[in-house]
């Protein structure tokens, strides 16, 4: 049958209908003619089922081209002449990509006729007829071949190709200016470019725009709007010139702004990207208790409820806004603070919410200097943007449903971290108050010799009839009757807002210096009113500003770490919190003793590691290797010698919290100690889950105050910083608005990571940003009609298995990917029979066989039917199918399954599989990473149990008669049995398993689709071959259902690691037998001169708290330099007995 049909673009050509006409007379032919088939139309792509009347509607805006054979219409996957029928001219596919691209653009930008008639008249809208011109022109130079003959590329493909290649792959301008000049003079006649500069200038019309707004320096008021002729900045304590010099017209400042709205529209002018855009909508499966998306949340729900008209269409984008600021140079020797201000829409399903193609860069704030609360200065033209999006919004058409509509857009919440916050929200986050949750009631209490606030009381937050109230001692020496503070609404605190003393902006000296104030503890800490408050819905929001989890796990683990190793400048236990506890009449046997003379003696508290324990900790941290993908190398930043751990990123910290910290101090500390942190541990690994419920979400606000309770009875006052305080309101916060993973920093430090690395001119930084986002932006979007190269869109996950055609036998349809070079191998008849009866056994469509031969044997009375059937079932099961083949009643690939595989295998090193990157144990052996560990399901003793070991060799097997393959990992298995094998701590529910022994030595193969991926660390408190044993999820995987998808019909829930439901609870009993450790010899001894070297090593670290440095490099190069400069005193290490 001839299909060269499917290959015509124009839908209306009397050859494409009549193909169309044969295509559906085919698929019908002998089939009811009520029934549905699936629809291979381009919006369809066979996953919804259609009737015959509407599939051939579909199709007449054209078919999936690829779908050259018509497996899900009746035709066979079997080779047959018809193949020679095909005739699809793959030589005009890119020139159809560019003429798909042009028509959806133009359609976008100059209306639906557009599609119809390219040359419309543009006269009537003389605002659009130079764009429409120029664009006529790209439409030109899409119909003309690079050079005569050439029918694959057109002079805009090949452009688009290049560029393409060039943001792929990094190539610098200067690179890609050498090689189209080197073409250009190979290839004299083709229509090449001679220099980048023309190239990129080529395609610009296809990209979006940025608006450069001058700014006054002193970051008072933007020159746009009112005033926009002004040569002065319009406020009168400032003055500041606009322009370098009056004659120049060079700015002194400006912001680069880039408009929302051309944005959003993009998003509706692909197919796939705009039926995207409703899957919160129409596909996502509600579920009261569960959280996997921002639409599951009580702030998108409460948004709707508020405001139904936005709800009503789905296509209406919600957004969240990040903004933190960067040093473009990477060094602090120059202080210089960009603030990008990015955009992330929501709508889409979670494999696309807050991936790359879709962060919008909104505007960049230049410096040097940061905006600080002079940050709404800039905001203004996107707040005015975002109030017409909300109340009129634009016209936008919708390539999906094929009309236009008005897309309307609301901002939900802002991501930022700690200070940033402060300068969004208005709330001070410094001082007496700096809680912006609890706001006014903030407790908090200034310690002398610490010169710093604390933030503890956390016991107003227990039941009022809880006992730990009535304690005094172990507390702050007082009861506790106060009631938790108020979570105080949108309305409320725009009340309070309203009552306040509106700042001018700006950083002119007058200004600065009227905003000099003394503060008292009792006054409020607005500073402003912040400018999202002028949007309509903003007071109504459940939620406006996040709680930036990633910088509050990194700075509880940095104080965590600091103190239990006595890090100088990063312990919370100083000479200053001892003196505190002592003013405060707390804990007498922490307090400074006489040490003979004018010294004295710190007693070692119950938390703190002795040298020796040090030593442990960092030589298990240096060992650690883990899976692929899953973190950084972390023994890189381990000093053994010097027991220092440096250079520690933020997602370093996420790992060590959640993993190492509770396995790398077990059995070093006292039993409550340890308690603890496995509980912190287990707090962040719940609230950072996937998936949340919220129920769970309910007993973590419960048990996190008990946390941090316990953490006041143990740790002094001085530990207690505000972003200690902050884990109080993580649960609260994330039942209102969802997973972490769509309100946290990482991806938008990544993505800021790579605005830095746009920088390639030191002077104009901010327009090296502007330039290559413009360029990158224009890339990604034509990037989505590029079908036969790799792009941001097509290109296949890291370890993620390329997916197969579907119609084989389940055993065959495996995902397994081996890689690295195949050695020929050869099994024994022994291993052959082993490896073909246990792919028997884990083949679907040869259960109904194996019953049967069980039903038989046992109809014999045997006393070991079991025994029989592995030995015979093998041989009874080909003859049985070369039976049926032979009637014509199973397939070939049937019977090449009971016809055994060949003898000679394929074994490889590695191999990907299910999101994993599994490797050989001698791979390994030289590598920093751990990807050898394997766990599976199975059953011992009739009992379901979990089977963990390593893998020895990754087989292919190569059944010879259809030549299909199957991956099976050959194991050695830890022996279990008995408390010897395997042991589970009750109170942290620690995993360990004793790899001395291995069993089941007749069964080492599983399939490759059947493993799941664990690593092991030493276990510290068991010694000798004792291993802990972790779990990994792998990434970019997604156990969202999805409604009326045919292809998830499975309700059974794949494992998460990210939740763990069965995690210990946290216990509320806490009896610390002493606060002092009675185990060590050698106290710390600080001589009276040295006090005041300490006081100034201390100012230090205060300086670096009331900052809050979370710049990752900043916290590196402040470690170096502590480390370099501040030894002022010989400090003795605690030594064990």
Request: glycine share 4%.
């Amino acid at each position: 049958m001839d299909r060269s049909w499917m290959s015509i673009k124009n839908y209306l050509d009397p050859k494409y209908l009549d193909g169309v006409d044969e295509f559906i007379k085919f698929a019908f032919l002998g089939k009811d003619p009520n029934c549905k088939l699936p629809c291979p139309c381009k919006v369809c792509n066979n996953f919804e089922d259609q009737t015959k009347e509407v599939m051939a509607n579909h199709l007449c805006r054209g078919i999936v081209d690829s779908y050259t054979r018509w497996i899900y219409h009746g035709e066979g996957f079997e080779s047959d002449d018809e193949d020679d029928d095909i005739e699809i001219n793959d030589n005009d596919s890119d020139f159809d990509s560019m003429e798909e691209l042009l028509n959806d653009v133009g359609v976008a930008n100059f209306g639906e006729s557009w599609r119809h008639s390219p040359e419309l008249d543009t006269g009537a809208c003389t605002e659009k007829e130079g764009e429409a011109s120029r664009f006529l022109r790209l439409l030109s130079e899409a119909e003309k071949s690079l050079y005569p003959g050439c029918e694959k590329y057109s002079k805009l493909s090949f452009i688009v190709h290049i560029l393409h290649l060039k943001t792929m792959n990094r190539w610098t301008c200067k690179s890609t200016d050498m090689l189209l000049k080197f073409l250009h003079q190979v290839f004299p006649t083709a229509l090449i470019p001679s220099s980048y500069y023309e190239a990129n200038n080529f395609i610009r019309e296809l990209g979006l725009k940025c608006e450069k707004i001058h700014a006054c320096e002193n970051d008072c008021a933007l020159f746009w709007n009112e005033n926009k002729g002004l040569d002065h900045c319009p406020n009168e304590k400032c003055k500041a010139p606009r322009y370098k010099s009056p004659n120049s017209k060079i700015p002194r400042k400006v912001l680069r702004y880039f408009p929302l709205k051309p944005r959003l529209q993009r998003l509706f002018v692909n197919k796939e990207i705009a039926r995207d855009m409703r899957w919160h909508k129409e596909r996502r499966v509600d579920n009261e208790n569960m959280m996997r998306h921002p639409a599951d949340s009580l702030a998108w729900k409460d948004f709707d409820r508020n405001h139904k008209s936005f709800a009503e269409d789905p296509r209406n984008v919600r957004l969240g806004l990040a903004s933190d600021g960067f040093n473009p140079f990477g060094t602090m020797s120059n202080s210089y603070s960009i603030w990008p201000v990015i955009l992330v829409p929501y709508n889409l399903p979670p494999w696309k919410c807050l991936k790359d193609p879709f962060f919008f860069l909104s505007m960049i704030i230049p410096g040097p200097k940061a905006p600080g609360n002079d940050i709404d200065i800039f905001f203004r033209p996107l707040v005015d943007e975002l109030k017409e999006l909300f109340a009129t919004g634009v016209e936008t058409y919708d390539a999906f449903r094929e009309e236009n509509f008005m897309l309307r857009a609301a901002l939900l919440w802002t991501i930022n971290d700690f200070p940033a916050y402060g300068y969004l929200s208005g709330w001070s986050t410094k001082g007496y108050k700096a809680c912006p949750v609890c706001l006014d009631e903030t407790t908090s209490l200034y310690l002398n010799n610490g010169h710093k606030c604390c933030y503890m009381g956390h016991r107003r937050f227990l039941p009022i009839d809880h006992k730990w109230r009535r304690e005094k001692k172990q507390f702050n020496g007082e009861r506790e009757h106060r009631q938790p503070p108020r979570t105080q609404s949108g309305e409320e605190v725009l009340q309070q807002l309203l009552r306040i003393e509106q700042v001018e902006f700006g950083k002119a000296p007058d200004l600065l210096q009227q905003k000099k104030r003394k503060r008292v503890q009792n006054s409020s800490n607005w500073k402003k009113m912040s400018i999202f408050f002028e949007l309509p819905y903003w007071s109504t929001n459940k939620i406006r500003h996040n709680l930036d989890i990633m910088h509050i796990v990194k700075n509880v683990c940095e104080s965590l770490v600091g103190t239990l190793m006595n890090i100088p400048s990063r312990t919370k236990d100083t000479w200053q919190a001892r003196e505190d506890l002592k003013e405060m009449g707390l804990r007498e046997e922490l307090h400074l003793q006489p040490g003979g003379g004018a010294s004295k003696v710190m007693p070692p508290a119950c938390y703190t590691l002795s040298r020796l324990e040090k030593k442990n900790f960092c030589q298990f941290l240096s060992t650690i290797k883990f899976p692929d993908g899953f973190a950084s190398n972390i023994p890189r930043c381990v000093k053994t010698k010097e027991c220092q751990l440096l250079g520690m990123k933020s997602h370093d910290y996420y790992v060590f919290i959640q993993r190492l910290l509770p396995l790398a101090t077990r059995g070093m500390l006292s039993k409550d100690v340890s308690q603890i942190l496995v509980e912190i541990s287990n707090f962040f690994r719940k609230i950072c889950s996937r998936t949340l419920y919220l129920d769970e979400l309910e007993m973590q606000e419960k048990n996190i105050i008990l946390i941090l309770c316990k953490l006041e009875k143990i740790f002094p006052p001085n530990f207690f910083d505000v972003m200690v305080h902050l884990m109080v309101h993580l649960p609260t916060e994330s039942k209102i608005a969802g997973p972490a993973q769509y309100r946290w920093m990482f991806p938008f430090e990544r993505k800021m990571g790579q605005y830095k690395g746009y920088v390639n001119n030191r002077a104009r930084p901010e327009g090296c940003i502007a330039e290559r986002y413009l360029d990158d932006e224009c890339l990604t979007f034509i990037s989505r009609y590029l079908h036969d190269v790799p792009t941001r869109f097509n290109q296949t996950e890291r370890n993620m298995e390329k997916h197969e055609a579907a119609g084989k036998l389940s055993i065959f349809s495996s995902l397994a990917r081996p890689f690295g070079a195949a050695l020929i191998g050869y099994l024994s008849e022994v291993e052959l029979q082993r490896i073909h009866l246990f792919i028997l056994k884990n083949c679907e469509e040869v259960d109904d066989y194996m019953r049967e031969h069980r039903q038989i044997l046992e109809k014999q009375n045997l006393s070991s039917v079991q025994q029989r059937l592995d030995s015979e079932f093998p041989k009874w099961f080909e003859e049985r199918v070369m039976y049926t083949h032979a009637r014509g009643e199973c397939t070939d690939e049937l019977l090449s399954l009971a016809r055994g595989p060949d003898f000679r295998v394929n074994t490889f090193a590695g191999c990907n599989v299910n999101g994993f990157r599994f490797h050989i144990k001698a791979r390994e052996r030289e590598r920093k990473t751990q990807n050898s560990g394997v766990m599976v399901k199975g059953e011992h003793a009739d009992k379901e149990t979990y089977f963990y070991g390593i893998i020895t060799d990754i087989v292919e097997v190569e059944y010879s008669f259809t030549q299909n393959r199957v991956v099976v990992f050959k194991c050695d298995w830890w022996d279990l049995r008995n408390n010897s094998g395997i042991k589970v701590d009750k109170q942290s529910n620690i995993t360990s398993i004793n790899m001395s022994k291995t069993w089941y030595s007749d069964q080492p193969f599983i399939l490759a689709s059947q493993a799941e991926q664990v690593f092991y660390l030493q276990d510290m408190k068991l010694g000798g071959n004792w291993h802990v044993v972790e779990l990994v999820s792998p990434r970019s995987s997604y156990d969202v259902p999805e409604k009326h998808e045919d292809d998830l019909v499975d309700n059974e829930e794949a494992y998460q690691e990210e939740y763990h439901e069965d995690l210990i609870g946290v216990q509320e009993n806490l009896e610390l037998v002493s606060l002092k450790r009675g185990d060590v010899q050698t106290e710390e001894r600080i001589e009276a001169g040295a006090m005041f070297f300490i006081e100034l090593s201390a100012s230090r670290a205060r300086q670096l708290d009331d900052n809050f440095i979370d710049n990752d490099e900043e916290i590196e190069q402040q470690f170096n330099s502590e480390d370099e400069n501040e030894q002022f005193v010989q400090i003795d290490d605690y030594e064990s007995d």
